[in-house]
């Protein structure tokens, strides 16, 4: 357990230096930490630790943990089915993973019959990768436009990205880059549901890159718990 913190410590130190090489500072950017197949026991000391915020990539696994978690910001990050939603609306903070408007109705009307406003972020599918969900960057807008006009309790917060993995994550910093972009030109936008704050990239292999690209949401598991064991999930 005293990895995790040391590993923290280290990832904080590796985000100041990625954010003040650009000019901003570690403040700027939010650490999400990635918990899956992660213990409860394991991500309170994490909070213990510091860390504000906790990603999931499976409703299962949120629904497991959640109450025996110290209070902390639940992200829902992997591929949310619509028929799962309805477990996770009022224990998570934001979605990262809206990649349709199918999902982004669901969760619309999960938020409605709670009474609240969901956060969510649009994930964007840079590369094209077909073992990846995600919109392409010229589905955006559109997608954009029809929660706005359709979806009363959804609040698109900004982008969430998975890139390519590569050997040298400088190979792939331009699909960080054509996210930011599209990230800047939307966030200009004025309207009460669209409040543009978050760029999701980068995890434990290639977050400082993100950073240097633009992101302010880095999703890190692996550099803080460790490699993970997958025999442990059910």
Not at 123 to 137: D, R, W
Not at 164 to 173: F, L, M, W
Request: charged letters at 30%.
């Amino acid at each position: 357990m005293e990895d995790i913190k040391k590993n923290l410590q280290t990832i904080d130190d590796m985000i100041r230096e990625a954010a003040e090489g650009c000019g901003r500072t570690r403040e700027d950017v939010l650490l999400c930490a990635v918990s899956k197949t992660r213990t409860a026991e394991e991500i309170n000391v994490a909070i213990d630790a510091g860390v504000t915020d906790i990603g999931e990539n499976k409703v299962q696994e949120i629904m497991d943990k959640f109450d025996h978690v110290k209070p902390v910001k639940w992200h829902m990050i992997g591929h949310l089915q619509t028929n799962k939603v309805k477990y996770i609306i009022d224990k998570v903070s934001m979605i990262h993973s809206v990649d349709s408007f199918k999902l982004a109705a669901e969760i619309d009307k999960r938020a409605g019959q709670k009474g609240i406003t969901m956060d969510i972020l649009l994930q964007v599918n840079a590369a094209q990768e077909e073992s990846k969900f995600g919109i392409s960057l010229d589905e955006t807008e559109a997608l954009i436009n029809e929660i706005l006009e359709k979806c009363e309790n959804i609040r698109i917060r900004g982008l969430m990205s998975v890139v390519p993995k590569a050997d040298n994550p400088e190979d792939i910093k331009v699909y960080f880059s054509q996210v930011k972009e599209q990230y800047d030109s939307f966030g200009k936008i004025e309207h009460p549901r669209l409040d543009f704050k978050y760029l999701s990239m980068g995890m434990s292999h290639d977050f400082q890159v993100a950073i240097e690209a633009g992101s302010n949401l880095v999703r890190v598991g692996s550099a803080i718990f460790g490699e993970r064991d997958y025999s442990k999930q059910n």
